[in-house]
């Protein structure tokens, strides 16, 4: 019985964990996605007729993002668990006499913003770092044109558009000994591969305002084995890459996608994987 008791909260711990799982945006593409990027206090804080939302209004105090620069903004949540009887981990709330930092966008053409999965946060429990506050400072200034992307969610998911299939048949047969690599594939903003190598065998210059890579360079760490030789020289007959944009503006950037490839000695055949 204990041992159950045991698995059941296990469970219900681990769901918990991982039901406000999420990675925060970088604080320069938060700022580029949002509608507004402001410091304020909230001044008013009032429960729906139901309890089931409320409703608070900010006294902005300092707008960051270039905009229509509003006094007073309102925004509406879903009220506490104490009146909804819904507990999550994931649970906020925003309260009376609280200042903000506030990362305001529109969901479901709804003005809002979040806590968990955001860079708002109440300024008397988290600060403005002064890596962040150089960003909000400057962020007007930023072009995502000039900058290096890989994981960020603000982005589309790219593929080739070549035939990786047909070219991969191409490949040599060997007897490699250690036939498996991850590669790093520079692509520029037209969607043309430029540089391919291996996952340590490159160097990115960072900017040290937006902490965002300026410049993809291959330095490599150690010599190439035959199989990445090989492997480099099959890859880079992948000239054509789907477009990267950024979802909201639209626009194009250069990328840095990751590949693995293998050689499989008994059906002597690359195989790849995104």
């Known amino acids: 019985m204990k041992k159950r008791i045991l698995t059941i909260l296990t469970f219900l711990i681990s769901a918990i964990t991982f039901a406000c799982s999420c990675d925060i945006p970088k604080p320069i ?20 007729i ?19 620069k509003p006094k007073i903004m309102e925004f509406t949540f879903k009220s506490e668990g104490k009146y909804t009887g819904e507990w999550t981990s994931c ?45 909000l400072d400057n962020g007007n200034s930023f072009k995502l044109e000039n900058y290096i992307y890989q994981f960020e969610h603000d982005f589309n998911y790219t593929k080739p558009i070549s035939n990786i299939d047909s070219i991969l048949k191409t490949g040599k047969i060997k007897d490699y000994e250690r036939p498996f690599t991850w590669l790093k594939l520079f692509v520029d903003k037209n969607g043309n ?63 840095i996608r990751h590949l693995a490839i293998e050689f499989n000695k008994e059906k002597k055949e690359w195989k790849y994987e995104l």
Do not use: M
Not at 32 to 42: D, L, M, N, Q, R
Not at 50 to 68: A, M, R, W
């Open 29 to 48: 593409l938060e700022f580029e996605s949002a509608e507004y990027v402001f410091e304020g206090k909230v001044v008013s804080k009032v429960y729906a």
């Open 50 to 68: 139901d309890s089931l939302t409320y409703t608070v209004t900010f006294e902005i105090s300092k707008h960051y993002k270039e905009s229509d």
């Open 91 to 135: 649970d906020w709330s925003v309260n009376q006499d609280e200042n903000w930092l506030v990362y305001a966008n529109y969901w479901n053409e709804k003005l809002t913003f979040g806590y968990n999965c955001s860079n708002s946060k109440p300024l008397c429990r988290r600060t403005i770092s002064k890596s962040e506050q150089k960003i």
């Open 193 to 255: 591969l430029n540089s391919v190598t291996t996952h340590i065998g490159y160097q990115l210059k960072t900017d040290s305002i937006f902490n965002l890579p300026t410049e993809f360079k291959i330095k490599l760490r150690k010599p190439l084995t035959e199989f990445e030789k090989d492997a480099i020289e099959l890859v880079k007959k992948i000239p054509k890459w789907e477009i990267k944009k950024h979802k909201k503006t639209n626009v194009p950037v250069p990328y």
